[in-house]
């Protein structure tokens, strides 16, 4: 069937129309579809954070009950007469690491190290707390009745350094004020 050009001209002018109103009308339905998948990511992307978050408070609280438990067990360790408060007074200078480890840390949370530029070793900073304070360490053993000690008048105490490395705190304090002498 042939038309006119008038009528060819209507014709593709209606065509055009329609398709101009479906690709409008699917543009715009597009257009909402990403605006409401964007919604959607953000609103996923929220959840997600706030469930980090949530991990992540969990997460520091674990690490802080196994510091104060490895702190703890360090204190215990040294012979104190109340571990408790021996580690509540130490506390903000102990920090656990990214490796599970405690580390002795100053007041800007820098990691204290040794003679040796080493990291301190939190039993090395306990055994100098507990000489320094000396009323908080149990009293070494001293003779009483029913033992013997043996007295050396004029004799200088000596111990290798390894043995005294070994000795609890109060027992380091009692062989340095007693005016021993470490030997390599």
């Known amino acids: ?3 006119s050009k008038e009528q060819q001209a209507t014709i593709d002018a209606m065509i055009n129309k329609r ?7 699917h543009e715009k339905e597009l257009a909402e579809a990403v605006v409401q998948a ?11 954070r706030a469930g980090n978050d949530t991990l992540q408070k969990e997460r520091d609280g ?14 215990a360790s040294t012979g104190a007469v109340n571990g408790i408060q021996v580690a509540k007074l ?18 800007k949370g820098v990691v204290r190290l040794d003679e040796a530029g080493s990291p301190l070793s939190v ?4 055994e100098g707390f507990l000489t320094d304070n000396p009323h908080l360490a149990k009293a070494a053993p001293t003779a009483g009745a029913g033992t013997f000690m043996r007295h050396n008048a004029g004799e ?13 705190a109060p027992r ?13």
Not at 90 to 107: K, P, Q, R, S
Not at 123 to 126: A, D, G, I, N, V
Not at 172 to 184: H, P
Request: no cysteine; hydrophobic share 35%.
């Open 123 to 126: 039993k090395t900073y306990l």
């Open 90 to 107: 130490i506390n903000e200078n102990i920090a656990i690491g990214e490796d599970g480890v405690l580390e002795v840390v100053d007041e």
């Open 156 to 168: 200088t105490k000596t111990m290798r350094r390894a043995d005294f490395d070994r000795l609890d």
């Open 1 to 3: 069937m042939d038309f």
């Open 19 to 25: 398709v101009g109103e479906i690709k409008a009308k």
């Open 62 to 75: 674990q690490n802080e009950r196994i510091r104060k438990a490895l702190l703890q067990a360090e204190v």
């Open 38 to 48: 964007e919604a959607k990511a953000q609103g996923e992307i929220e959840t997600l």
């Open 172 to 184: 380091k304090t009692t062989f340095v004020r007693s005016g021993g002498q470490l030997k390599e």
